[in-house]
């Protein structure tokens, strides 16, 4: 099975609209594949983000989704998922969530993952989303956005994704969150030039409201041999 995980710089950045679309992306390309969302919260039964994946893949939810292998964790109270996990009397477990990939990975050529918020949210006290990933050896996409503090944020994050010599496939530049023309441009500069430094492929697809959303020809500069 091929593995990749969106992550973002931060929460509401466009995660789930990027892990759809490319998903739908794979699916156009002839190839069986799903989404998972690691952990959700501010949700009661199915899984909002995995609902939009299947809307933006055009497709309705499967047996996988309504048997959680999707989203194995989905806690009602809105925040940190160690603390929603906690208020619900449970703790997040990578083993469940292990358990769960290889359950899918019998059924799917692709698995598209959804991180939660960024990249070190707690899973649980002992454990950050980066820390599972990286142990896993998942390659990410990263999500960002010209808005205000993404340049720090997206900074950050790619200092930590190369301090643990993780596979960065490229980032995804989310413009629906309008602001000043100079400051998209700037931004979308800075990074290009800060992938570079940071010895990674200056890979970028952009993300806006003009179109139904990024174009095959963007999605093959991360996935060729798709």
Request: hydrophobic content about 40%; glycine content about 8%; charged content about 25%.
């Amino acid at each position: 099975m091929n593995i990749a995980c969106v992550c973002g710089i931060d929460t509401g950045i466009g995660k789930s609209f990027a892990t759809g679309l490319l998903a739908k992306y794979i699916l156009e390309k002839g190839k069986t594949v799903t989404t998972k969302k690691l952990v959700q919260t501010g949700c009661h039964g199915q899984a909002d983000d995995v609902l939009l994946h299947r809307e933006l893949m055009e497709i309705g939810w499967s047996k996988a989704d309504r048997q959680r292998l999707t989203c194995p964790y989905c806690f009602p109270f809105p925040c940190s998922p160690h603390l929603a996990a906690k208020l619900s009397g449970q703790r997040i477990e990578s083993s469940l969530l292990d358990k769960a990939t290889k359950k899918l990975s019998e059924q799917f050529e692709w698995l598209i993952l959804e991180g939660a918020g960024g990249l070190m949210v707690p899973l649980n006290r002992d454990l950050t989303l980066i820390d599972y990933l990286s142990e896993r050896k998942y390659p990410v996409i990263l999500v960002t956005s010209p808005r205000l503090g993404s340049i720090n944020h997206t900074l950050l994050s790619l200092e930590a994704i190369k301090s643990r010599g993780m596979e960065l496939i490229g980032l995804v530049y989310n413009l629906f969150d309008k602001g000043p023309r100079e400051i998209a441009h700037d931004t979308l500069q800075i990074f290009s030039e800060s992938l570079q430094k940071y010895g990674f492929d200056d890979k970028i697809v952009v993300l806006d409201d003009q179109s139904s959303g990024i174009k095959q020809a963007e999605w093959q500069t991360f996935f060729p041999l798709v």
